[in-house]
């Protein structure tokens, strides 16, 4: 039986970016950098990008499409009869492991969507998005309820093949989910008192360069938004044409990666300090200063809701 692929260079890139894009850039990205810095760990995070990121990606890809097949399936063709195969079962490991985590996450994101599309999310506006925020996550069940929707929602895209499911969802997703968060950093920009924002975000602290603590939250950060080490991209180099040229793939890869997550930077740390809150309060800079942009903005129910749609479709697992 012929093995599926990837219908054009286009459609893998996308989807690849796809699976990198996510929540990482977009939520915890923004928050990282808040608590590392601002600039001084973009610094650090793109020097890891360029001599980690990029190399192991296209190591990966490179794997996946020799051994054609998953992370087990490839090390077996490449090494067999021998301890790499481990390594392929490490890989699906960790992804499941970190599928755990995420999984939560996107369930956050589904439950503001909802509430977007519902109007319940704007009507909380009174007693303070903070409130909502601490109040649903400490809530014993909703949050679970929302993490089972999530990965049923991943199960139908996967079972719908790599052309079909992945491919399809990512041309028309992944494009628009850009040009959102480009919009909105261009409105946040625009708030008053977002001129902090725009000094800590591109103003380096060096002395911050000189924290252990700073690096390991870049090399951190560069494996869980690009992706690597989980499996995912051997598994997607596995559907890659002997055609493809891997290396200009995987940097395209990366540097949209990239980019959405510095623009996600320059929707949230304006609004931040235009709002008076703190860039390093953590994951809930997205769930409680994006719903305050919105509601200030033209429209801003209707983006809010478009906005947490898409940002669904980047979270969802796959």
């Known amino acids: 039986m012929t093995r599926e692929q990837w219908t054009s260079r286009l459609g893998f890139i996308l989807a690849s970016t796809g699976a990198a894009v996510g929540v990482g850039n977009i939520w915890r990205f923004s928050y990282v950098a808040g608590q590392n810095g601002g600039a001084a760990f973009l610094v650090v995070y793109i020097s890891c990008v360029l001599v980690i990121g990029i190399p192991l990606l296209i190591a990966e890809l490179a794997l996946g499409r020799r051994g054609q ?4 399936a490839a090390f077996a063709a490449v090494a ?28 956050w994101v589904l439950k503001y969507l909802a509430g ?4 319940t999310l704007w009507q909380t506006a009174g007693e303070g998005y903070d409130v909502f925020f601490a109040r649903f ?7 679970l309820v929302w993490q089972l929707v999530t990965m049923t929602a991943t199960a139908v895209i996967v079972a719908a093949g790599v052309r079909g499911g992945i491919e399809r969802a990512n041309r028309v997703l992944m494009p628009m989910l850009a040009l959102l968060v480009l919009g909105l950093a261009l409105y946040s920009l625009s708030l008053p008192g ?6 800590f975000l591109p103003a380096p602290e060096w002395s911050a360069l000189t924290s252990p603590v700073v690096y390991l939250a870049a090399l951190g950060q560069v494996f869980f938004s690009i992706g690597i080490g989980m499996a995912i991209f051997i598994t997607y180099g596995g559907y890659l044409a002997p055609e493809q040229r891997i290396p200009s793939a995987a940097a395209t890869i990366v540097l949209g990666d990239t980019l959405v997550a510095v623009l ?6 304006p609004a931040v300090f235009a709002f ?20 200030t903005m033209p429209f801003g129910r209707l983006v809010g809701s478009l906005f947490f749609l898409l940002l669904i479709a980047a979270a969802l697992p796959r």
């Open 69 to 72: 097949g998953d992370a087990v």
């Open 80 to 107: 067999p009869r021998s301890l790499w195969v481990t390594v392929g079962g490490l890989g699906v490991l960790a992804a499941s492991l970190i599928l755990a985590y995420y999984a939560v996450i996107a369930g």
């Open 116 to 119: 977007a599309l519902l109007g």
């Open 137 to 143: 996550i400490a809530d014993p069940l909703e949050p």
């Open 194 to 199: 977002a001129v902090g924002g725009v000094r």
């Open 264 to 269: 996600a930077g320059c929707a949230i740390f």
């Open 276 to 295: 008076g809150l703190d860039p390093a309060a953590g994951p809930q800079l997205v769930f409680v200063t994006l719903p305050q942009i919105f509601l």
